[in-house]
T-cell receptor, first 117, second 110 residues
């Protein structure tokens, strides 16, 4: 299967600072990338859908000014958590979508664990 | 996407077949059934998907009932590395988002 990487794999930051997470599709082009958040013992919750070259579409309840998403190329999307607070501590997962085989295939990154102190 | 219902947890002995059920009684005619799994602290991994017919790949088999209201994911010879949360998701398959439910936590034991 195709490979998606995320960087960093974990990060600890102080409250009030901003953190950028990168998501890269290594061996395929992803016109659409998705960002999810997962709190302990809970399922993945979609935060936003990102299409290359256009503004992201955010799910209800997700603050677009707090979670800045940029999808500047077909292989890279970034999520910036601005003015992070302890409640933003979570496991952030991205995925890239390809339809090269005629159907949806969504490949997930390994996740980034964010801890805000 | 149609709502899916899965058991919260299941146990399976190593080497035996793991059969994970999923109910999707409101599935529409053009919705696929997708299965993903998530091993602890990792991103989800695609397993298999199908529309009407049963499907098999190197990881698993997917059995879909004739009325498409339920399906079963079969891991033919479960190993300890198959311990994970398994998600059954219905999806139109046209570049749209996935909605994850609570999934089934499969514990494979010696």
């Amino acid at each position: 299967g195709a490979v998606v990487s995320q960087h960093p794999s974990w990060v600890i930051c102080k409250s009030g600072t901003s953190v950028k997470i990168e998501c890269r599709s290594l061996d395929f082009q992803a016109t659409t990338m998705f960002w999810y958040r997962q709190f302990p013992k809970q399922s993945l919750m979609l935060m936003a859908t990102s299409n290359e070259g256009s503004k992201a579409t955010y799910e209800q309840g997700v603050e677009k000014d707090k979670f800045l998403i940029n999808h500047a190329s077909l292989t890279l999307s970034t999520l910036t958590v601005t003015s992070a607070h302890p409640e933003d501590s979570s496991f952030y997962i991205c995925s890239g979508l390809t339809t090269a085989r005629g159907y949806d295939e969504q490949y997930f990154g390994p996740g980034t664990r964010l801890t805000v102190t | 996407d149609a709502k899916t219902t899965q058991p919260t947890s299941m146990d399976c002995a190593e080497g035996r077949a793991a059969n994970l059920p999923c109910n999707h009684s409101t599935i529409s005619g053009n919705e696929y059934v997708y299965w993903y799994r998530q091993i602890h602290s990792q991103g989800p991994q695609y397993i298999i998907h199908g529309l009407k017919n049963n499907e098999t790949n190197e990881m698993a088999s997917l059995i879909i009932t004739e009325d498409r209201k339920s399906s079963t994911l079969i891991l033919p010879h479960a190993t300890l590395r198959d311990t994970a949360v398994y998600y059954c998701i219905t999806h139109h398959g046209t570049a749209s988002k996935l909605t994850f439910g609570t999934g089934t936590r499969l514990q494979v034991t010696l």
